[in-house]
């Protein structure tokens, strides 16, 4: 076993994943695996720059997460800032801001390099099972989760700033980041004045979905999306839906990793959130306050890919890339 530690550090939150790796049987046993909201990409899509208070927020949660470190004694730390940092003119100063606190300069990857982290972490437990005979067990709420999965995977990962496609077996076949994604589709075209529309009227949200269909076609450019045998969601959006859909009373990682949820449960879902008030979706038990705001967008994209590839279900993950970036220090 090899104890690492991996920080995503995305448009819309922060994760650590401290982690015992055995690349001989392909183990990953986590030993702390925490989020935080910190909204880094705030404002980017309209100033181009990260805003004094998201960076201070960002480095309050990274003090944290380098107490963590430091505990848990992580041989290797690997920090991957992906897009809100990409598109900023003052990254360096975030740069400097976690060496200080952290040790380790933040690699702000590209988008592929990103999907392709994605990819791994998702899939590394899924890739070598059969379909054939595979077990399906019930879900609360009409969802399910099974056992096997058919390849070709197709995994989609929903950020705050960007989304992310990945088409592949057991290794990525192609892959594209767009840049569409919960936050930077809230602040386009649901903030008005300063303020959320709550709920949007229907001219707000048809500009988010020709937004959406855009991207799509710049993704099927790369990615042949409608090949894909299985279609694997991974980030907030995601799983807070898929929470949604299972009728949890409190959000609960082990009911929602791999759970299957149809394209219908995402519609009702989607239609219900987007319908709502700031005040009914912060009321949903599993919703956490960070995503109270960006949830109907994120809601919206996960819809928009499912109707355009035609899948039938979205499986969940909660590995994602977090578990990519760890395992890529396990070598």
Not at 45 to 50: K, V, W
Request: proline share 3%.
């Amino acid at each position: 076993m090899k104890r690492v530690a991996a920080i995503d550090c995305g448009t819309n939150s922060i994760r650590l994943l401290v982690a015992d790796c055995d690349p001989a049987t392909g183990e990953l046993k986590d030993l702390d695996r925490r989020m935080q909201i910190v909204r880094l990409g705030q404002g980017v899509d309209r100033t181009g720059r990260l805003a004094p208070e998201a960076l201070e927020r960002t480095f309050a949660a990274c003090r944290e997460y380098a107490a963590v470190i430091k505990g848990l004694g992580a041989e290797q730390v690997r920090f991957v800032a992906t897009s809100a940092s990409r598109d900023a003119e003052n990254r360096d100063d975030f740069v400097r801001g976690v060496v200080d606190i952290l040790g380790v300069e933040p690699e702000v990857i590209t988008g592929d390099q990103e999907a392709e982290f994605s990819f791994n972490g998702a899939t590394k437990e899924l890739t070598g099972i059969e379909a054939a005979g595979a077990e399906r067990l019930p879900g609360k709420g009409g969802g399910g989760r099974r056992v096997g999965l058919e390849r070709p995977f197709l995994v989609v990962d929903i950020g705050g700033g960007s989304t992310e496609f990945v088409l592949g077996a057991d290794s990525v076949r192609a892959a594209r980041s767009v840049d569409v994604g919960c936050v930077r589709m809230t602040e386009r075209h649901l903030v008005h004045e300063g303020e959320i529309s709550d709920p949007p009227s229907q001219g707000r949200i048809a500009a988010i979905k020709a937004d959406v269909a855009a991207a799509l076609d710049q993704a099927e450019e790369t990615v042949p999306l409608r090949e894909a045998a299985t279609l694997v969601g991974l980030a907030g959006s995601v799983t807070t839906v898929a929470a949604i859909a299972l009728g949890l009373d409190r959000y609960e990682s082990e009911a929602i990793h791999h759970s299957r949820i149809s394209l219908a449960q995402v519609r009702e879902i989607t239609d219900r959130l987007l319908s709502s008030t700031h005040a009914e979706r912060a009321a949903i038990p599993v919703m956490h306050p960070g995503r109270v705001d960006v949830i109907a967008a994120g809601a919206l994209v996960l819809l928009s890919i499912m109707e355009r590839t035609g899948a039938a279900e979205v499986v969940v993950s909660e590995h994602d890339i977090l578990d990519g970036i760890a395992w890529s220090l396990a070598g």
